[in-house]
């Protein structure tokens, strides 16, 4: 089997989740590096993590990186904020990335990080696990199948069990974080990942209601988003930052020939049937327990577009559009109007 070589850059939450999946379950990658130099706002420490388990040390010098012709690809897992200008380093010493979303908060320098990468001809993936999640990938299929008809209407329920932590907003690039870029964004190419048609038009309402006690934190946690496509199909969208429940993913796609939906991922499938009522488990609660194995197939599918010089399945368009929507329901949410995406989608 032919392993590739790679470095994961950022070793937050998101960096442990890939080296993990790496160093278990991805034999046809190896992980040489694991590059920190960045600020990470959470409580755990990559290193004594890794040195628990045996995984690479990580180290501070981007240049090795980046200067070692064993080096294929690089993972891209450091704050949003400077994504942009790590993919364009990358691409310009001939690597292949793969980047957690968001591309970065910037359009301006996701053009620019295009168009480098374009140049270059490496390739670029973005990290929307969740178009690899069994669930979502099924339904997919069947829309493209013909099973649902003329799409009509997409509806999405998305709302994670625990809100971020007050250092997640402080973290370099913070000033740039709300729900539309770190969490929505998901849910932004998701719709695009149903349909076939391409969006238009974003209108949002935002509320920060589970926070809202805290003036420290002004951002929206809740928000109901709709959404209008080319061809007038329409988009619905919830999102909170707290279901107390468990990590609630939900959606359905109805068209003219029906709809096809997808639920929660609970902890099993067993439901107790008595006089009490009808019982059965929450969904999962984490992301690594809800999409652990979406995040390890995107990867596998990441390396294997570069293994076969094939296409990727989730393109640096996809990145631009996803936040070019989330750039539109911010500003739908704070002037309470539509926002055209034409308003915001420069000029390629």
């Known amino acids: 089997m032919r392993k590739t070589k790679v470095a994961v850059i950022g070793a937050g939450n998101m960096g442990k989740v890939h080296i993990e999946n790496i160093m278990t379950s991805i034999p046809q990658v190896e992980l040489k590096y694991v590059l920190d130099p960045f600020p990470v706002p959470f409580p755990d420490k990559y290193s004594d993590w890794a040195n628990d388990l045996e ?165 929206d946690d809740t928000c109901a988003i709709t959404i209008r496509f080319e061809d007038n199909s329409l988009a619905i969208i919830d999102n909170s930052w707290e279901a107390v429940y468990g990590y609630d993913q939900r959606a359905e796609v109805f068209g003219t020939k029906g709809a096809v939906t997808v639920e929660n991922d609970d902890f099993s499938e067993a439901t107790l049937n008595a006089r009490e009522g009808i019982i059965h488990d929450t969904p999962k609660i984490t992301i690594k327990e809800r999409y652990g194995l979406a995040y390890a197939e995107e990867i596998r599918q990441f390396i294997a577009s570069v293994q076969n010089d094939t296409p990727v399945k989730a393109t640096a368009m996809d990145g631009l559009m996803s936040i070019v929507m989330a750039h539109a329901a911010r500003r739908s949410a704070e002037e309470d109007r539509p926002v055209k995406i034409a308003e915001l989608l420069p000029k390629l």
Not at 99 to 125: H, N, R, W
Request: glycine share 6%; with cysteine; aromatic share 8%.
């Open 55 to 219: 995984y690479p040390a990580a180290i501070a010098d981007y240049d090795k990186v980046l200067n070692d012709p064993e080096i294929e690809a690089v993972l891209i897992c450091a704050p949003a904020a400077i994504h942009g200008e790590l993919v364009i380093k990358a691409a310009r010493a001939g690597k292949h990335i793969f980047c957690e979303k968001p591309f970065d908060y910037s359009i301006e320098k996701i053009v620019e990080a295009m168009k480098v990468v374009e140049e270059t001809g490496v390739k670029l993936q973005i990290g929307f696990n969740r178009r690899f999640d069994h669930n979502f990938a099924k339904a997919r299929k069947l829309v493209d199948a013909g099973k649902v008809g003329d799409v009509h209407i997409i509806k999405i329920t998305s709302r994670d069990p625990i809100p971020p932590i007050k250092e997640y907003f402080t973290a370099p690039g913070g000033e740039n974080c709300s729900i539309y870029t770190d969490t929505t964004i998901h849910d932004f190419d998701m719709v695009r990942f149903l349909n076939n048609s391409e969006v238009t038009e974003v209108y949002a309402m935002g509320s920060k209601l589970i926070n809202k006690d805290d003036p420290e934190i002004t951002r």
